[in-house]
């Protein structure tokens, strides 16, 4: 696994957490610890969105051939302040998500979940960062208490981040293993 920025700022804050533990400022050390677990929460959520925005519009690009028209539609309509109507925040699954594509897709998607437990996991992880997130932004940010500890939110995004490294592949191993996409897609 690559070193993302939301990596380094959570090796950033670790070291600062230490730095002031080690010069016994318990008071510093809330209020840095408090601002660090929001900063790192928001940081994973948005690293996410920039993930998943920029996998379907290559993809889209791909599909289409680069067609110019259907891509800038795609990303107009379908992906510019669109992100967050993609997914039922509430739930702890990516199903919404899945049924964009369509339901064979979803149907697709659905049987190598219940297959792959791992992915399963990366996908609630994936779902917790972005719940949480919204829960921070639209519940009163500066007086917000976000129960998990930094610990807690790193370790969602890393098993997050196994979902979305994995949807590019997702996307493109579906037409070849559906041949109604096959089809369509030659039409």
Sequence with gaps: MRSTAVDKL???????????????????RASVDDNFRRSLLLAAASYFESRMV?????FAEEVTG???????????????????????????????FF????????????????????????ISSFMEIG?????????NFASFTLEKTAND?????QNGLHFVEAMPKLLREFPR???????????
């Design 10 to 28: 959570h090796e950033e804050f670790t070291a600062l957490i230490a730095l002031l533990d080690a010069q016994n400022e318990p008071s510093l």
């Design 54 to 58: 920029a996998c379907v519009l290559l």
């Design 99 to 122: 049924s964009l594509f369509g339901s064979d897709f979803k149907s697709f998607m659905k049987a190598k979940v219940a297959k792959d437990a791992r992915i399963e996991s990366a």
């Design 66 to 96: 680069a067609n110019i028209m259907l891509t800038e539609f795609v990303r107009i309509k379908g992906i510019e302040r669109q992100y967050h109507s993609w997914f039922e925040w509430k739930d702890n699954n990516a199903i919404k």
């Design 177 to 187: 293993s559906n041949p109604n996409a096959s089809q369509a897609q030659a039409l």
């Design 153 to 157: 939110i790193y370790a969602a995004y």
């Design 131 to 139: 719940r949480d997130r919204n829960r921070l932004v639209h519940e």
